[in-house]
Structures are given as structure tokens and as C-alpha cells.
């Protein structure tokens, strides 16, 4: 007797909850050879309000524990995808039509981007910090703190690797983040979603959602409560939309070489200068 093929439901990743859309819409994908692959859902922009309420709600816990913990979370994702490659590789065979031995090293590259941005998380205020010379009776310390709440556009392909070397550093600095999914290639992005669910990442920190760049860019570009934009998965003429209508509150918005790097984390990140009087 065979069992019944169980399609999987995909939805939106808010504030550590999977919600449907507000609007209920949903958008077809299709794979490598143009086969239906899965109904992602259509975010709306009251979806992207409920994500921004649930980054700008986490951000300071999470920006506040030590970056030792903040590097060993990370690690935990790491280790959660690497016990879920399967389902990674199949998805990215399915979406990208790569073969399973490609697939199986963008997961593996995928895997030790989380490693390698663990690491940094203690050692940012080594390399961006310092004790700063003053002519006056005064300790001068710089030392760098997160920025905020960061929207990311993900690369459509690499697929799983685009997302996690945008997310990575943004979380490794602090911050909370929007993770807006590739929208012809969604679906590692959504199943990341369940693996960061089930690590020790705090609700709200990450946000994933599925849709329509076109829809959702502009209020992204305009929404005051969004500090930073990665514009990795735009084109230039997006990337030109973006900048314009994120003016008003002199929105940071970078595009970084695709490649791991600690000025993806820096350019996030926050310079806070102490004077503190000696013998006091």
C-alpha cells in the first residue's frame, strides 16, 4: 500500500510564528522544467508592518546578549541545517536545475557561512573598536553597536546560499532582520525559516517573507522604522527605486560582492564614542 504524497504548505515567517497573508493571496513557482512547484504566499504590506513590529520588538534583546552567545545561536543554525541538508538539496535541484552534486555544495557553502560569521561575533569590537588618544583628563572609547531592524533582498541564485550570506552578517552584528525571499526562488528561503524556528534565535529577530518584489520594495524604501537595506537580490533599476523613496530617514543601503566578508557586518553596524573623566 503507498502512502499519500503530503504537499507541503508554504506561509510567512513573522515574529517566530509561520502566519498565512493577511491578504490570503498566494503566487505559483515552477521548477527548472517549468512544472508547478508550490503556491508561496504573496505578502502584503500590512505583512511587511506585522514583520517590522516583531524585528523592532526583538532587536534590542538580541543586539544586548553577549556576542558569545550571539555566535554560539548562529553555530546552532548551522548545525540544524546540516541535519536537514536532504530537503535543501532537493529544492535547490527542483528550483535551480543544478545537479545533486552542485546542490550539495552551495548547502555545504551554505552551512559554514553560519560557521564563519559565529566566529565574528566576538571579535567585532577587536577589529572596528579602540581606546581613542584625547588631549584632557578623559578615557575615549569607539566601540561598534547594532544599528537596527535591516531588510534583505536575497539573490535568486545561488538560492539557499543568497539568503544566508545576507541574513548571516546582519544577525551576527545585532541586528534584527526582514529577509524579503527570491521570488522566482523562494523556496529555501521559507524552509531556512523552519530551521531558524527551531534554533535558539529569538521570535522576531528573523522574518522571512515570500511575494512580490515589485509590491513590496517601495514600502520597504519608505518605512521609517527600517534602518538598512541589503540590496543583493534587486536590479539596478530597483536599487535606483529604493534609494530614492528611502531618503526621507537617510535609509542605509548597501550592495556588498558576493562573497563573506566583516564589512557586510560593519556596514550595519553602529560607531558609539564613551568619555569617561580619569579618577572618577
Avoid at 544586548?64 to 538539496?89: D, H, P
Avoid at 577589529?127 to 578615557?139: E, L, R, T, W
Avoid at 544599528?147 to 545585532?174: C, D, W, Y
Avoid at 517573507?209 to 534587486?234: F, Y
Amino acid at each position: 500500500m503507498s502512502s499519500l504524497d503530503i504537499n507541503k504548505t508554504y506561509k510567512l515567517f513573522i515574529g517566530g510564528a509561520f502566519p498565512r497573508s493577511e491578504s490570503g493571496r498566494v503566487y505559483e513557482v515552477k521548477g527548472a522544467n517549468k512544472k508547478f512547484l508550490a503556491n508561496p504566499v504573496l505578502a502584503s504590506r500590512k505583512d511587511l508592518r506585522d514583520a517590522v513590529v516583531a524585528a523592532k520588538s526583538a532587536q534590542s534583546g538580541w543586539a544586548n546578549a553577549t556576542a558569545f552567545n550571539r555566535g554560539q545561536i548562529l553555530y546552532r543554525i548551522a548545525e540544524i541545517m546540516q541535519g536537514r541538508s536532504e530537503q535543501f538539496v532537493e529544492e535547490i535541484c527542483a528550483l535551480e536545475g543544478v545537479t545533486t552534486k552542485a546542490a550539495k555544495l552551495q548547502v555545504a557553502e551554505a552551512i559554514d557561512t553560519w560557521v564563519w560569521y559565529s566566529g565574528w561575533c566576538d571579535k567585532l569590537s577587536s577589529i572596528s573598536g579602540s581606546q581613542n588618544q584625547v588631549s584632557g583628563p578623559f578615557y575615549n572609547f569607539t566601540t561598534p553597536e547594532a544599528l537596527g531592524v535591516i531588510a534583505l533582498f536575497a539573490e535568486g541564485k545561488p538560492s539557499l546560499l543568497g539568503a544566508v550570506r545576507t541574513l548571516a552578517p546582519v544577525l551576527a552584528a545585532g541586528n534584527s532582520a526582514i529577509l524579503i525571499a527570491s521570488e522566482s526562488y523562494p523556496l529555501p528561503a521559507i524552509t531556512l525559516g523552519e530551521v531558524i524556528a527551531t534554533s535558539d534565535v529569538p521570535g522576531g529577530v528573523v522574518n522571512i517573507l515570500t511575494g512580490k518584489t515589485s509590491e513590496l520594495l517601495p514600502w520597504i524604501g519608505s518605512h521609517m522604522e527600517i534602518d538598512g537595506v541589503d540590496v543583493a537580490g534587486l536590479n539596478k533599476k530597483q536599487e535606483d527605486e529604493i534609494k530614492l523613496v528611502g531618503a526621507d530617514n537617510l535609509k542605509r543601503i548597501s550592495r556588498f560582492a558576493p562573497a563573506n566578508h566583516p564589512e557586510r557586518i560593519l556596514s550595519f553596524m553602529e560607531h558609539k564614542t564613551i568619555w569617561h573623566p580619569i579618577g572618577i
